[in-house]
């Protein structure tokens, strides 16, 4: 038992040890040499994520049945990892395509909505979009505006979504929509709807601080009409839905988080021990190298705290709390290595010829992105005082 209990580990390790290493050469191969210019010029690379699909990294939670990689959520950490390790951005447009609007659909869709919509995401062939905040109801999301209107067999949609992963270029967007009074948890409802959807358009592309080849614009809904056939489970369900989803989508920002916490920190080893000063590499300094093992360490953490929340998710328990605390572990970590990252570098760390700016740039969002800090200590004292 133990014998057999070993090999199945050892499998598993290989396993992840493989697709780590194919998804770093991805990220080496098609992002790295587009870094900077898909930076300064916010270009969201749309032919990335579809390269990135051909190697089932678009579909990783999805069973094969669907056209996915039917991979777990071990495996699918050390993609996002290896991707936001080179380019956060595309780490990001991974983890929003994956972990929000497809395992929607997937948790949620009835047979036929899967088997409609679920191969074209899982291949890359279509990028996903999921719509949950908007201008005033980020936080708060029960206070949302957009409103579903039912009218025979069909739904009205109307209002705006901001701060959408792929608002503008996304062929597929789940949308939660008020159908009862604001503020009532069973007065919205999720839907589908696909672009070209008359009256459903773009807004405002936003231009941001980081994280800026990951787009990131306004749905707009005006008098758009989707058939019922496009809601995903119940009437009034769908806030109850998304919470559910950004459990999940709390170890997807964990793992982007890991990454770029990842990607400072082999930038700074490399650079202390290459940077002379007094005779000697900056490495041998203990201002330098006390920072390099307090990152260390707290990246170790990090990843152990993604680890247990996929473990417990994987065996069905409730990852509320782990997830969150796993979500605000990993981002607040990331931010404190990026900035010391800087402080290694020195002034070249705060110019674009060294990888480590962009890191503390792209690293914040990870502290607000699918909950704040503060919004997940609000969940996680719930938790743990109930």
């Known amino acids: 038992m133990i014998d057999s209990t070993t090999s199945k580990l050892s499998d598993a390790n290989d396993l992840r040890d493989m697709i780590a290493s194919s998804a770093k050469e991805f990220a ?22 579809h390269q990135a699909g051909a190697l089932g990294f678009m579909g990783v939670l999805i069973p094969e049945e669907y056209g996915g990689s039917g991979l777990g959520y071990h495996e699918y ?8 390790a080179v380019d ?39 990028i996903g979009a999921w719509g949950l905040t908007e201008h005033n109801t980020g936080s708060d999301a029960k206070g949302m ?40 948890s069973h007065g919205m409802t999720a839907f589908v709807v696909e672009r070209g959807t008359p009256g459903f358009s773009h807004g405002k592309k936003e231009n941001k601080l980081g994280m800026r080849a990951s787009e990131t614009a306004e749905m707009v809904f005006d008098q758009c009409v989707i058939p019922d056939e496009n809601r995903l489970g119940p009437v009034g369900d769908g806030f109850i839905q998304s919470m559910k989803i ?14 770029i916490a990842r990607g400072a920190y082999n930038a700074s080893v490399k650079y202390a021990k290459e940077r002379k000063q007094f005779g000697k590499s900056i490495s041998q300094f203990q201002g330098v190298s006390f920072k390099l093992v307090d990152m260390a360490t707290e990246i170790e953490a990090s990843e152990l705290l993604l680890h247990k929340a996929a473990a417990d998710k994987i065996s069905g328990k409730n990852i509320t709390k782990i997830g969150a605390m796993a979500k605000m572990y990993a981002s607040e970590v990331c ?10 570098h020195g002034g070249y760390g705060f110019t674009k010829d060294f990888p480590v700016e962009k890191f503390y740039r792209d690293a914040k969002l990870c502290t ?10 609000v969940v996680i004292s719930r938790e743990i005082l109930k």
């Open 246 to 259: 950004l459990d999940g989508g709390r170890i997807s920002i964990g793992a982007l988080s890991l990454g």
């Open 335 to 344: 931010v404190k290595v990026s900035s010391e990252a800087i402080q290694i």
């Open 28 to 49: 080496e191969k098609h992002l790295r040499p587009h870094i900077m210019e898909w930076d300064e010029s916010q270009h969201f690379p749309k032919e990335a994520l």
């Open 368 to 377: 607000i992105g699918e909950g704040t800090t503060e919004i997940q200590k």
């Open 145 to 184: 505006h957009t409103t579903a209107t039912k009218k025979g067999d069909h739904w009205v949609l109307n209002g705006t979504k901001n701060f959408i992963t792929h608002g503008k270029s996304g062929d597929i967007a789940v949308v939660i929509a008020r159908n009862g009074e604001k503020g009532d």
């Open 77 to 84: 950490i050390s993609i996002i990892e290896e991707i936001s």
């Open 88 to 126: 956060p951005s595309i780490g990001l447009s991974v983890a929003a395509h994956n972990s929000l609007c497809t395992n929607h659909i997937y948790l949620f869709g009835n047979e036929t909505q899967r088997c409609k919509w679920l191969p074209k995401l899982a291949s890359g062939e279509h």
